[in-house]
């Protein structure tokens, strides 16, 4: 059977653990034909960014077009977008409705801590997301708020939405100082469950025993994930990874609620593959391909 057909516009990471690569493996993992738009050049790899080359706008216009000119796109997923100029010129395919399905990921920070992007040309793309995928760090700069605990997700979910995504999912991937903060009951729900009031004060990346949390928005509704938190430091290019698998779930027919919660099990699977891997000094990729993620 012809697979859907996935596009991602993103940069390329030469580590191969985020960004363009990291969505073509996961495109292809979960049972789509991936497609890409580069829209910059990373010199990186596990132990950061040593140097960043954004590609003019007519280049990445020349590939949309051919890319959209040929292959019928059921979803298209955006990282890394180089510039504001960059942003616009998918900003423009997306309002000529040519960006079915589109999932925007707002990078702006590399877990390495590197700029990679600014929050001028994540605006200019908001309007037209279906879903949004930003982690804390990243909707507290769009908002210019802070956003830490699961109710503050919840409210930043919200907001977010109100700039145009249909859903917003805020990611809690990052492990903050000692716990995931929130108010209420620390116990129950599996992924799915409905309580933002809920997220408990788990344990850190480092302590098998944690919970990553993350929080989606759609039509009013907010939905707490809960997963197990790996412990590890293969951790790079999670949030491209979850962004890339929301995208080839929708491609399949998933609605928003679903798709997410199935990308979040992917992670968590792929993170689980690669936690005994040792690949680089810093952070390493995940397992896309490997036997936790079937
Ligand atoms: N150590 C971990 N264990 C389990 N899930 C994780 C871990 N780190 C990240 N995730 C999950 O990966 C997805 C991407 O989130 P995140 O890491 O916050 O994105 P980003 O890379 O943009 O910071 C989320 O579903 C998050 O909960
Ligand atoms: C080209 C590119 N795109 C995106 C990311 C963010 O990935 P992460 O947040 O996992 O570092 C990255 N490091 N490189």
Same mark, same amino acid.
């Given at each position: 059977?012809?697979?859907?057909?996935?596009?991602?516009?993103?940069?390329?990471?030469?580590?191969?653990?985020?960004?363009?690569?990291?969505?073509?493996?996961?495109?292809?993992?979960?049972?789509?034909?991936? @497609?890409?738009?580069? @829209?910059?050049?990373?010199?990186?790899?596990?132990?950061?960014?040593?140097?960043?080359?954004?590609?003019?706008?007519? @280049?990445?216009?020349?590939?949309?077009?051919?890319?959209?000119?040929?292959?019928?796109?059921?979803?298209?997923?955006?990282?890394? &977008?180089?510039?504001?100029?960059?942003?616009?010129?998918?900003?423009?395919?997306?309002? *000529?409705?040519?960006?079915?399905?589109?999932?925007?990921?707002?990078?702006?920070?590399?877990?390495?801590?590197? =700029?990679?992007?600014?929050?001028?040309?994540?605006?200019?793309?908001?309007?037209?997301?279906?879903?949004?995928?930003?982690?804390?760090?990243?909707?507290?700069?769009? &908002?210019?708020?802070?956003?830490?605990?699961?109710?503050?997700?919840?409210?930043?979910?919200?907001?977010?939405?109100?700039?145009?995504?249909?859903?917003?999912?805020?990611?809690?991937?990052?492990?903050?100082?000692?716990?995931?903060?929130?108010?209420?009951?620390?116990?129950?729900?599996?992924?799915?469950?409905?309580?933002?009031?809920? *997220?408990?004060?788990?344990?850190?990346?480092?302590?098998?025993?944690?919970?990553?949390?993350?929080? &989606? +928005?759609?039509?009013? @509704?907010?939905? !707490?994930? =809960?997963?197990?938190? !790996?412990?590890? =430091?293969?951790?790079?290019?999670?949030?491209?990874?979850?962004?890339?698998?929301?995208?080839?779930?929708?491609?399949?027919?998933?609605?928003?609620?679903?798709?997410?919660?199935?990308?979040?099990?992917?992670?968590?699977?792929?993170?689980?593959?690669?936690?005994? +891997?040792?690949?680089?000094?810093?952070?390493?990729? &995940?397992?896309?391909?490997?036997?936790?993620?079937?």
């Amino acid at each position: 059977m012809t697979p859907p057909v996935l596009l991602s516009v993103a940069g390329s990471d030469s580590g191969g653990g985020a960004g363009i690569q990291a969505d073509l493996k996961t495109f292809a993992a979960l049972g789509g034909y991936g @497609t890409c738009v580069l @829209t910059a050049v990373t010199a990186q790899n596990t132990r950061g960014v040593d140097a960043v080359l954004p590609l003019p706008p007519r @280049t990445v216009t020349e590939q949309l077009e051919a890319v959209l000119s040929d292959f019928p796109v059921r979803a298209v997923k955006t990282g890394m &977008l180089g510039s504001p100029a960059v942003a616009d010129v998918v900003a423009g395919a997306a309002r *000529a409705g040519r960006l079915p399905n589109l999932v925007v990921d707002p990078v702006l920070v590399a877990t390495s801590g590197h =700029r990679l992007g600014v929050v001028d040309a994540v605006r200019r793309l908001l309007p037209y997301a279906m879903v949004a995928t930003p982690n804390r760090s990243e909707a507290a700069a769009i &908002l210019g708020i802070e956003v830490r605990t699961v109710e503050q997700m919840a409210a930043a979910a919200e907001r977010l939405a109100g700039s145009g995504p249909a859903a917003v999912v805020i990611t809690g991937g990052d492990p903050p100082a000692g716990t995931v903060p929130g108010a209420g009951d620390p116990g129950g729900g599996g992924p799915g469950a409905g309580d933002p009031g809920g *997220a408990g004060g788990g344990p850190d990346a480092g302590d098998p025993g944690g919970e990553a949390v993350d929080v &989606l +928005w759609t039509g009013g @509704t907010v939905t !707490v994930l =809960r997963g197990p938190r !790996v412990p590890t =430091r293969h951790n790079h290019g999670t949030g491209c990874t979850f962004a890339a698998a929301v995208a080839t779930r929708l491609a399949l027919g998933d609605p928003v609620p679903a798709a997410v919660r199935a990308a979040k099990r992917y992670v968590t699977r792929a993170l689980t593959g690669a936690r005994d +891997w040792e690949l680089g000094a810093g952070s390493g990729p &995940l397992d896309h391909f490997g036997p936790a993620t079937r």
